[in-house]
């Protein structure tokens, strides 16, 4: 298959999306370089605006090219260099699952996790009705089907590993933090599971995650001096 020709540049924050593409190089052996400034998010973000309009995490440089979005990076990546690695194969049964979950990380599990902790503390705890309806309990919602979905394969997208749970580690945990507020926000992380404790499914999926040597490695990586202050 083929190979990057030199390391994969990642722009970096600690604890953020872009420890996706540096676990998916640690799953493949690639080269890669994190740009970022350790310890210190405020001059990370601001590097960020150095490298693209968007400054955000990650962006991703491979020889002249770049881009932003962590699901749309993995897929890049997979395709590129991947030699069908980490996806199912485009006419395999498995292969909708791994779209939707893929995709639900960011388009929707992201997205309800965090705003629904937002409106519970710009409201202390107490929603107008109408806001509400919409999204409280979203993040119930979000880990009910990732529950399911786990009750019957142990990945995502079936029985092997893919890029769909990079992607839904993240969300897992921080979906968490909502149903448990107390929590400190720099739990999400750590393998504190926060607000899991009635998600035996997700539980043994995140057993599996952390103890993938790629991830293990990914981690010590993007956060080498532990979870970054809030």
């Keep these: 298959m083929p190979q ?31 740009k970022y400034v350790p310890g210190d998010l405020i001059a990370s973000l601001d590097a960020l605006g150095e490298a693209h309009v968007m400054r955000m995490a990650p962006i ?29 194969a485009d006419d395999a049964r498995e292969m909708a699952d791994y779209l939707q979950w893929l995709h639900f990380a960011e388009g929707s ?23 509400a309806y919409v999204y409280i309990g979203a993040s119930r919602r979000v880990l009910d089907f990732a529950e399911a979905a786990l009750g019957e394969s142990p990945y995502f997208a079936g029985d092997a590993f893919t890029a769909a749970d990079i992607m839904m580690h993240f969300p897992l945990r921080a979906a968490g933090l909502v149903l448990e507020p107390s929590a400190d926000l720099t739990a999400i992380f750590t393998d504190a599971r926060s607000g899991l404790g009635a998600y035996p499914n997700i539980n043994a999926f995140l057993d599996r995650i952390v103890a993938r040597p790629a991830f293990q490695r990914a981690m010590a990586t993007t956060m080498p001096n532990g979870p970054p202050p809030r």
């Design 4 to 34: 990057p020709s030199q390391s994969i540049i990642i722009h970096h924050i600690e604890g953020r999306r872009s420890e996706r593409i540096a676990w998916l190089c640690e799953e493949f052996g690639w080269p890669y370089e994190l």
């Design 60 to 88: 991703v440089e491979d020889g002249p090219l770049k881009m932003v979005e962590s699901g749309a990076i993995l897929e890049y990546l997979l395709l590129r260099y991947g030699g069908g690695r980490f996806r199912p």
């Design 109 to 131: 599990g992201m997205f309800r996790a965090l705003i629904e902790r937002m409106i519970l503390q710009l409201t202390d705890n107490k929603p107008p009705e109408d806001i």
